[in-house]
């Protein structure tokens, strides 16, 4: 991959610039313009349209998925096998775990207070409490994620980490409200965000080349080339140079639509990443520029 990327650069700098000698100065400049214009449209375009088109086609497609995901797993059980664990005698009721869930504050406390209104020592809620932490900092994440995964979105979600207050909001929102609110938040802050991601990328792409082809059209009808002079050789050297900057300018297109890919992706893409660029010659300048 790494050396595909090098030759598509070499390849597309030099069939710009033959392009571009062919063409002429004046001739490659409007090409270079209207490039210009349908790459502000497409970004325009794709930013307008990445999060509409996700509602209208995927939202209510993905949510159904996490919400079958989520049916079986017994949020508040989880808390009490954790505790029990700690080889607590006494274990707190799924409505008292549900009210911990409700009070403001920081929830590990909330939850480890119980144990300690059961009576358990300073030690033992010091222990739940620090177990209760790395639940919600790893734990949950790999439950969650696991469920996901069996529903069909782990090409998804294995691209996607929830830090731990967002695990502890998840966990919140699964014990107090209902399984749509949990299955809506759990989208809102993973598949939504890679998809919106990919949406994006394929729309700048399609807008930007619907707009180019529209203004090429514009301009052969308008019939601005045909008021142009005969070409000499000046017209043709400056067009030799629009032609390598018109070229450099694909590129960085290229790099800007892979850099967005790659971070809508938190770079978990197997056929192109950032390692891949990293062992490129020539393209890491271009996406490194994007991307860092």
Request: proline share 1%; with cysteine.
């Amino acid at each position: 991959m790494a050396l595909f990327l090098d030759c598509a650069v070499v390849v597309i700098i030099i069939v710009t610039c033959i392009v571009g000698y062919v063409k002429g100065f004046v001739k490659y400049l409007v090409g270079m313009v209207s490039t210009a214009v349908a790459a502000g449209v497409a970004l325009w375009g794709s930013n307008m349209l990445a999060e509409p088109v996700y509602v209208r086609y995927f939202e209510k497609d993905v949510n159904t998925r996490i919400e079958k995901a989520m049916a079986d797993v017994d949020v508040a059980g989880s808390v009490r096998q954790l505790l029990s664990e700690q080889g607590l005698p006494i274990l707190p009721e799924t409505g008292d775990i549900k009210r911990a869930a409700e009070k403001e504050g920081d929830l590990s406390r909330n939850l480890s207070d119980l144990v300690a209104e059961s009576g358990g020592d300073i030690e033992t809620v010091t222990a739940v409490r620090e177990r209760l932490d790395n639940y919600f900092g790893s734990g949950l994440k790999e439950d969650i994620n696991e469920e996901l995964k069996n529903a069909g979105l782990d090409k998804y979600v294995g691209s996607v980490n929830f830090n731990a207050e967002e695990l502890k909001s998840c966990f919140k929102k699964a014990l107090t409200g209902s399984r749509s609110e949990a299955a809506e938040y759990i989208a809102e802050k993973t598949v939504k965000r890679v998809l919106i991601g990919v949406i994006r990328t394929g729309l700048f792409a399609v807008c930007f080349i619907g707009a180019a082809l529209v203004l090429k059209l514009i301009v052969f009808i308008s019939g601005v080339f045909d008021l142009i002079p005969e070409l000499k050789a000046a017209d043709r050297f400056g067009g030799l140079a629009l032609g390598a900057a018109k070229g450099l300018l694909y590129c960085a297109l290229g790099a800007f639509i892979l850099s967005t890919m790659v971070s809508a992706t938190k770079d978990s893409l197997t056929v192109f990443n950032s390692g891949v660029s990293s062992r490129t010659y020539l393209f890491r300048y271009f996406f490194d520029f994007f991307y860092r």
